[in-house]
């Protein structure tokens, strides 16, 4: 269910290691520099593509009836 309205159309045939690889994987640090809370992702630009628009879809899409 989270699969098909979390994530885009063209990764609903993706296997849940492949989406749990792609998604929770992501390798970074936190770094406060200036009173500036900086998150550097160290991933492929395609997997934080796919995380910030599961998140967005998620967070604010509307909650079923």
Not at 31 to 60: D, G, M, S
Request: glycine share 4%.
């Amino acid at each position: 269910m989270l699969k098909y309205s979390g994530l885009p159309k063209e990764d609903h045939n993706k296997s849940v290691k492949t989406l749990r690889y792609q998604l929770l994987k992501l390798t970074g640090k936190v770094v406060f520099h200036a009173r500036y809370l900086i998150v550097q992702i160290a991933t492929p630009l395609k997997n934080i593509e796919l995380f910030k628009e599961a998140y967005y879809r998620l967070r604010y899409s509307p909650l079923p009836a």
